[in-house]
T-cell receptor
Framework: GENVEQHPSTLSVQEGDSAVIKCTYS??????FPWYKQELGKGPQLIID?????GEKKDQRIAVTLNKTAKHFSLHITETQPEDSAVYFC????????????FGDGTTLTVKP | GAGVSQSPSNKVTEKGKDVELRCDPI?????LYWYRQSLGQGLEFLIY????????KSGLPSDRFSAERTGGSVSTLTIQRTQQEDSAVYLC?????????????FGPGTRLLVL
């Protein structure tokens, strides 16, 4: 089955700096890669996703890049703000069964004012 | 409703007791998903429904776990003879259709503690 590894487990940055979280996956058939933000006491929230037919997707301050050959994908947050502090999860799945995603273990991002 | 709701928000039970967790999806969402999140871990897929059918139950940890969905809306996840290792946050999500994961929204979860 699919295995997703996420690094780092914790990340601390100064407000205004960039943050990068990286994930690798094992199943070359995976073609849907969502990223979630989870705030304390709440369920995860989908913030951006990418499908395997594109290499990069951007939405304001967040972007995701995908390297299918190397089987890794990354989340980039620019101009970080304190409200970006949360746990971020990556996931990978087959598009035909995207609800059955395999999740990484999460990255706790802290943005210091 | 405005979002996915789950009840109860917290549940403490004794080992060996049965528990029922409820999920109310967003109105009009045909797909519904259950996940389990242990402390400090990512989400573990349990089961999903398309309408009232559950095409994939492969994530259910044991035969003590079961789920149903009626009327294409509310779903209940039942854990029989609870064990301490069942302690976790149980998250429900719904989406317009199983093929539209970008429309998926999560509920706040039920925090289950088995003593």
């Amino acid at each position: 089955g699919e295995n997703v590894e996420q690094h780092p487990s914790t990340l601390s940055v100064q407000e205004g700096d960039s943050a990068v979280i990286k994930c690798t996956y094992s199943d070359s058939a995976s073609n849907y890669f969502p990223w979630y933000k989870q705030e304390l006491g709440k369920g995860p929230q989908l913030i951006i996703d990418i499908r395997s037919n594109v290499g990069e997707k951007k939405d304001q301050r967040i972007a995701v890049t995908l390297n299918k050959t190397a089987k890794h994908f990354s989340l980039h947050i620019t101009e970080t703000q304190p409200e970006d502090s949360a746990v971020y999860f990556c996931a990978a799945s087959l598009n035909t069964n995207a609800g059955k995603s395999t999740f990484g273990d999460g990255t706790t991002l802290t943005v210091k004012p | 409703g405005a979002g996915v709701s789950q009840s109860p928000s917290n549940k403490v039970t004794e080992k060996g007791k049965d528990v029922e967790l409820r999920c109310d999806p967003i109105s009009g969402h045909t797909a519904l998903y259950w996940y389990r999140q242990s402390l400090g871990q990512g989400l573990e897929f349990l089961i999903y429904f398309q309408g009232n059918s559950a095409p994939d139950k492969s994530g259910l940890p044991s035969d003590r776990f079961s789920a149903e969905r009626t009327g294409g809306s509310v779903s209940t996840l039942t854990i029989q003879r609870t064990q301490q290792e069942d302690s976790a946050v149980y998250l429900c999500a719904s989406s317009l259709d199983w093929g539209l994961p970008e429309t998926q929204y999560f509920g706040p979860g039920t925090r289950l503690l088995v003593l």
